[in-house]
């Protein structure tokens, strides 16, 4: 297994102040659009509590059979193996010189890679804060093989939401480009050779506390990054997939076809819990609680009415809600309606598609997340097929914090019978309409093994 942390060896590293201040929005209010606010009055404090509630440790768990610790984090990953870096590029933030910074998560700091007036001309950004989220294929890939691919674009989606959450909670705007020069941006961020750049997200907003900019000239530190593992075995489909989805296109998106069902999706229900403790104690549930009890159709439509899907489609295998058959549903959201396209009990099937995992079936809702790749293509480039994988760990960010919110439990799950799902889900018509990602929702069991 390589080494989920990286380094840069030698690089100065700077404090981020512990315990920061935890944002009080509720979490609820902030994933239907809402925006709080930050105490934070230098840069050290604004990156401090950003990085706390995106992408910090905030948990471990003990495996007794072997005494093994792992490290969990805010930001969840497929097999924790976690190939998503954070990279930032800063200027103009007050007590904080300007410069490139990596965030060290096994220690809350940042690293400091260059100082100086960084130039970020490739993306035009005059961002305060300019993220660039990297994947590092290799940790998901010794144990995934080449699907690896699919689950570092999964990740990148979690990542990105759980940032972009975080700081408008904090007050400011996170704004995703989607489509810049892949390898241009890994020369300018002297990436090493088994990283790659996957999405920037800059930072705008008044509550990001500000100094007069220096100009000062780029001054780099050469701090190496670490090895990750003896060695390395190569994946070549992923390599080739990642090459193929580089070129870059951005024509304005059709809009996402609409369509109405039989169910009205009632008043969504509330919660006060404020975000700062959500995104904290959020985890994936192992399992849950098969046959009692049921969820609500109000937190149902609390859960959907967070979702904001665009190039996805969502389907509902509904095992246990209160006031809705059992069944497969597929959600319009525009209208916020349900349309049922199978009847019965879904348990059984649900479970199988999910590559046999039980979790799948003893929720109260599963999901599968349908890819529009045709639409995303027209609007993106081969690169869309990023896109809708981005997009999907996006939603599922948003449902994990919203069930957490709502006092219930999620997984996502990124192992399924891709071809399966499709014939199950009636896609056959659409071969462009692929299976990009399942999620659960319900009852967690405890795990014993997880401690704060
Ligand atoms: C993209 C993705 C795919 C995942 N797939 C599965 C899965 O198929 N089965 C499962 O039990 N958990 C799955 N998980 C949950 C991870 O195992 C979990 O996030 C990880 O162990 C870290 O735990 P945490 O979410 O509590 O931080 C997935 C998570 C992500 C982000």
Request: with cysteine.
């Amino acid at each position: 297994m390589p080494n989920p942390f990286r380094h840069y060896e030698g690089a100065p590293v700077l404090d981020l102040p512990a315990d920061p201040p935890s944002p009080e929005i509720p979490a609820l209010e902030l994933l239907r659009g809402g925006t709080g606010a930050t105490e934070a009055v230098d840069g050290p404090a604004f990156l401090s509590e950003l990085l706390f509630y995106s992408a910090s440790i905030s948990a471990s768990k003990l495996v007794p059979s072997t005494g093994d610790r792992y490290a969990l984090r805010v930001n969840p990953s497929s097999g924790n193996l976690h190939p998503t870096e954070f990279h930032f590029v800063t200027r103009g933030l007050k007590e904080w010189p300007d410069g490139l910074y990596h965030y060290r998560p096994s220690s809350h700091m940042a690293e400091q890679r260059a100082t100086g007036d960084f130039d970020m001309k490739l993306i035009a950004s005059s961002a305060l804060i300019v993220f660039v989220l990297t994947s590092i294929a290799w940790r998901e890939a010794w144990k995934y093989r080449d699907r690896a691919y699919r689950y570092c674009l999964h990740d990148i989606g979690h990542a990105w939401q759980a940032l972009a959450l975080a700081a408008r909670a904090m007050g400011c705007d996170g704004l995703a480009v989607r489509d810049f020069p892949d390898d241009d941006v890994a020369r300018l961020c002297r990436l090493h050779e088994d990283e790659w750049p996957m999405l920037i997200l800059e930072l705008r907003g008044k509550s990001i506390p500000v100094r007069e900019p220096d100009h000062r000239e780029t001054v780099w530190y050469g701090g190496q990054a670490n090895q990750l593992s003896k060695e390395t075995i190569a994946y070549p489909w992923i390599e080739s997939i990642h090459g193929a989805t580089k070129p870059t296109l951005n024509t304005p998106a059709e809009p996402a076809p609409s369509g109405s069902g039989e169910i009205k999706l009632p008043v969504p229900a509330s919660s006060t819990l404020a975000f700062g403790e959500v995104a904290r104690k959020r985890r994936s549930a192992l399992d849950f609680v098969g046959f009692t009890p049921s969820m609500s159709l109000a937190q149902l439509s609390a859960v959907m009415s967070t979702t904001r899907p665009d190039f996805i489609q969502l389907y509902l295998y509904v095992h246990r809600v209160d006031g809705l058959e059992p069944g497969v549903y597929r959600y319009w959201p525009e209208s916020a309606e349900l349309e049922q396209i199978r009847s019965g009990d879904q348990r059984v099937a649900a479970a199988g598609l999910s590559l046999g995992q039980d979790l799948a079936g003893n929720a109260c809702v599963a999901f599968s997340m349908i890819g529009d790749l045709d639409r995303a293509v027209r609007a993106l480039g081969d690169r869309g097929y990023r896109y809708v994988h981005f997009e999907a760990g996006a939603i599922g960010q948003r449902l994990y914090l919203a069930a957490e919110a709502l006092g219930l439990g999620a997984t996502g799950i990124g192992a399924f019978f891709d071809d399966e799902v499709h014939r199950y889900l009636n896609l056959a018509s659409e071969p462009a309409h692929v299976v990009v990602y399942h999620f659960a929702i319900g009852y967690p069991v405890p795990d014993p093994r997880v401690v704060a």
